[in-house]
């Protein structure tokens, strides 16, 4: 059986939920899977493993950790310790950013954000998007090693397993580049890119103070994230980190809500792989119609809070 | 200080996708070009890398022949010269291939800091950057919202899910832009004057062959008719049945 080398993100001991679909991917297309995890609580996320089909964890420490260029460099190292045939990497702000450099240290190409890993003859076939998802791409490659990372919310976490041997290694070469320090942003709110149900608002909302029914809607779901249009970020409403689209984030959740946006191809092509998409709109011929399953004519400000109340009564009965 | 900023020619982002007749490509037949949307926010940043340290701006890229209209625009905004490797291929070249082209001309050019994209808006694979890095031994930042650069080395923000991450850096590094990091300026007339006459050398490489083999290119299955539920507040119980009935979400 094929080995594959994935990158696993964890956070205090926590296991990110990106990494256990990184690992479904692989599971997926019935290969064997190595776990690398690095950072304070390695060891504790890594015996968390146990249930999702890892042969072996690797947890790494020391001041490489700190690198991108020196943790590539390892990672790089490990996948040709273990002679695997694939390196897999969630497709997170730091999987993009070590894959690339860990596929160039094995002189091999990336696949970014995949859709689809599966296994192809000895190697593997990967689907992923082109012109941000207005074609679609099915690839190998002629490099001993496929690298790719994994688009959010689209692969099966894996199950069973036994518990993964876990060893540990310790990274010494500082780097050329160091991460200094995190500025968290506030109570821990969740990526448009991770959420499962992402509400976003465009122009119809009308000033920055109209997404307010935005941020009571997603707070209504929970795990929610608030998402946004381009025309609000540009206008400043909103921060660029929730711009959903084609120079702005691509989103996959269970749910996607569009709240008083037109749907431009721009805007169409960060969303329309979304499991569920909803669009409010006053205007009945706006293209954001065409991609939803469901959608409500009429003013957001009123539309909005009866469907905020509505699900917060659900939401107490559970 | 040799500052370099990589700019792709890429389909404008209203472009509409059709697959080319061998199944495996893209029918470039009707696309129009632009700099890719990063792109501009790099050489933005390579000007006033210049106009805070020093030095010359050079633009790279690799491209068709027919690509010398973005390369101007850039020029225009205060890029010194350019470099224009000429490939006609270079749409569907692969992540590697367009990396080792691009490092080898960035130690020609002896460059100090290179400014990237975070992602070009064709192929978005987000990855040339960082390979070329790789491949040059320089060090590398991504998806860069804020900079701080002296001679030897510099201080960078960068966007991640958790928050804001500060990077210190050593040079030569590349930088791949995200947006926030500037607005673009405008180019004057004076400067598309100026561009006119500033130095384009287009030089002829031979590109390595892709790893990436395309099994085939398909366009995304529609989506499912959708359905308008109704009208104003009335609609509302209908949505909340439909994502009781099909989602788990509630
Ligand atoms: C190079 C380039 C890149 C781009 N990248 C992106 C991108 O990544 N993401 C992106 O989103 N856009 C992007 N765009 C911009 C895109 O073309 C659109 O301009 C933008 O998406 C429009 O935003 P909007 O829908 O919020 O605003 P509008 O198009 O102005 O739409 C507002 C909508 O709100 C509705 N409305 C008004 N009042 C109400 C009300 N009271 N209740 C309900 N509905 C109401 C209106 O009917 C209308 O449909 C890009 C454009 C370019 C040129
Ligand atoms: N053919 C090219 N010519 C010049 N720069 C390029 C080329 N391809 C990629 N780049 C640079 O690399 C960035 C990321 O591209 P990509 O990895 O293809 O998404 C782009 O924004 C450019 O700055």
């Given at each position: 059986m094929s080995n594959i080398v994935v990158f696993v993100e964890q956070e205090g001991g926590n296991l990110r939920q990106a990494s256990l679909e990184a690992l479904g991917a692989a599971h997926q297309a019935g290969a064997t899977a190595v776990a690398v995890l690095c950072g304070d609580g390695a060891q504790a996320a890594a015996a968390k493993l146990t249930a999702q089909g890892v042969s072996a964890a690797i947890c790494l420490d020391g001041p490489g950790t700190h690198s991108p260029d020196a943790l590539s460099k390892a990672l790089a190292d490990i996948v040709q310790a273990q002679s695997a045939s694939g390196f897999l990497a969630p497709a997170t702000s730091?999987?993009?950013?070590?894959?690339?450099?860990?596929?160039?240290?094995?002189?091999?190409?990336?696949?970014?954000?995949?859709?689809?890993?599966?296994?192809?003859?000895?190697?593997?076939?990967?689907?992923?998007?082109?012109l941000a998802g207005k074609a679609i791409a099915t690839l190998t490659t002629s490099g001993a090693v496929l690298c790719a990372t994994t688009r959010l919310n689209t692969f099966p976490i894996a199950g069973g397993g036994a518990a993964p041997t876990v060893t540990s290694q310790t990274l010494n070469d500082a780097g050329k580049a160091r991460v200094t320090g995190v500025e968290a942003k506030g109570q821990a709110k969740l990526d448009v890119t991770e959420a499962p149900v992402v509400v976003s608002g465009g122009r119809g909302l009308k000033e920055p103070e109209g997404f307010q029914i935005i941020e009571d809607l997603a707070a209504a779901f929970g795990d929610a994230a608030v998402g946004a249009s381009r025309a609000v970020v540009d206008l400043g409403w909103r921060p660029h980190s929730e711009q959903v689209g084609q120079t702005g984030k691509t989103v996959a959740p269970k749910l996607y809500i569009a709240v008083g946006i037109s749907g431009a191809i721009q805007h169409l092509a960060g969303m329309r792989t979304s499991g569920t998409i909803v669009a409010i709109n006053k205007d009945p011929e706006a293209p954001i119609f065409k991609v939803a399953d469901y959608g409500i004519v009429g003013d957001a400000f009123e539309i909005v809070p009866a469907l905020t109340a509505e699900i917060k009564a659900i939401k107490a009965k559970h | 200080m040799n500052i370099v900023a990589c700019v792709k020619r890429v389909p404008n982002t209203e472009a509409v996708a059709e697959i080319s007749a061998d199944g495996k490509g893209l029918d470039a037949k009707n696309f129009q070009y632009i700099a890719s949307f990063y792109d501009e926010i790099a050489v933005e940043q390579a000007v006033q890398t210049k106009e805070a340290l020093g030095g010359e701006v050079i633009v790279l890229s690799l491209g068709s022949a027919a690509g010398s209209k973005e390369i101007r625009e850039s020029m225009a905004k205060?890029?010194?010269?350019?470099?224009?490797?000429?490939?006609?291929?270079?749409?569907?070249?692969?992540?590697?291939?367009?990396?080792?082209?691009?490092?080898?001309?960035?130690?020609?050019?002896?460059?100090?800091?290179?400014?990237?994209?975070?992602?070009?808006?064709?192929?978005?694979?987000?990855?040339?950057?960082?390979?070329?890095?790789?491949?040059?031994?320089?060090?590398?930042?991504?998806?860069?919202?804020?900079?701080?650069?002296?001679?030897?080395?510099?201080?960078?923000?960068?966007?991640?899910?958790?928050?804001?991450?500060?990077?210190?850096f050593s040079l030569p590094a590349v930088i791949t832009c995200n947006k926030g990091l500037n607005e673009p300026r405008y180019a004057g007339l004076k400067g598309i004057m100026a561009a006119k006459k500033k130095p384009l050398d287009e030089v002829q490489v031979e590109v390595i062959a892709n790893q990436a083999q395309v099994v085939r290119a398909s366009l995304p299955a529609p989506r499912k008719e959708g359905r308008i539920l109704g009208e104003g507040v009335a609609a509302v119980p209908a949505l909340i049945q439909a994502l009781q009935t099909e989602t788990t979400l509630l």
């Open positions: 730091r999987g993009r950013d070590l894959a690339p450099r860990v596929a160039a240290h094995l002189d091999c190409v990336l696949f970014s954000d995949v859709t689809g890993f599966a296994a192809n003859g000895g190697g593997f076939e990967v689907t992923r998007p082109w | 205060g890029a010194d010269k350019a470099v224009l490797l000429v490939d006609e291929e270079w749409q569907s070249r692969d992540c590697r291939a367009t990396a080792k082209a691009l490092a080898c001309q960035l130690s020609e050019l002896k460059a100090d800091v290179v400014f990237m994209g975070k992602v070009a808006t064709d192929r978005d694979n987000g990855a040339v950057g960082p390979m070329a890095a790789t491949f040059l031994g320089y060090a590398c930042v991504t998806d860069v919202v804020a900079l701080e650069l002296t001679a030897t080395g510099g201080t960078a923000k960068r966007e991640t899910e958790a928050g804001i991450e500060t990077v210190e």
